[in-house]
């Protein structure tokens, strides 16, 4: 574990020095190895390059061959074209706390259409962002055509400087196609809070069509 946390901290160094990154986190998997790098970055340039920047900055600085398809990069502001109509709109994160089980509520607003999500499980810090993001997914899937899938794959909470932003990872799946999104939100109030605004900003761009009309 000592190691571990000393590559993380050091590949994450390297790829903060990176142009247009403003933070990272590595993860490990239960083989010692690499098996997720999440980098919140600057809107402008294409992830293509960000995500061939990180692999040689990993490889020259750190030893470590990365598989690029493990890099995960969230860019802020990148909102897109999206019509009011199509736009959701967060309306209301309810936390309920009992001794052996917490519940997220997310309800969310769509043009006239007003729905809710729930998420319940055992009230740990870590658990608690888990929840709020599950229970935003749960919101989403009954806006969503049946078909459409998006599963949660990771919550973090990155620390650049003074500030800390909720970065989410999911995987979209549709007629057999997987597809890896990820979001981010900073940090202002409520973690919770932001790991909600972090999941719906992951699927924003893509959300007008997976729409249930």
């Known amino acids: 574990m000592p190691d571990e946390l000393a590559r993380a901290r050091k590949i994450e160094s390297t790829v903060e020095k990176i142009k247009d990154v403003i933070a990272c986190r590595a993860v490990f998997g239960k083989d010692g190895e690499v098996d997720e790098v999440h980098v919140l970055a600057r809107p402008g340039r294409s992830p293509r390059y960000i995500a ?123 007629n057999g196609k997987e597809a890896m999104l990820s979001g981010s939100c900073p940090i202002t109030y409520d973690e919770r809070e932001a790991v909600v605004r972090a999941t719906l900003d992951a699927i924003n761009r893509k959300f007008p069509m997976l729409l249930d009309n």
Do not use: F, Y
């Open 52 to 174: 061939r920047d990180i692999e040689s900055a990993i490889l020259a600085a750190c030893g470590e061959t990365l598989d690029r398809r493990k890099i995960s990069i969230a860019q802020l502001g990148q909102e897109g074209d999206i019509r009011d109509k199509d736009r959701l709109v967060l309306t209301r994160v309810s936390l309920t706390s009992g001794k052996d089980e917490a519940e997220v509520t997310v309800e969310l607003g769509l043009g006239n259409a007003l729905v809710s999500g729930n998420a319940t499980g055992i009230p740990t810090p870590t658990r608690w962002l888990r929840l709020a993001a599950e229970a935003t997914l749960d919101a989403l899937s009954k806006l969503m055509r049946p078909r459409v899938k998006i599963v949660l794959n990771d919550v973090t909470v990155a620390h650049s400087k003074s500030t800390k932003i909720a970065l989410v990872t999911v995987t979209l799946v549709e």
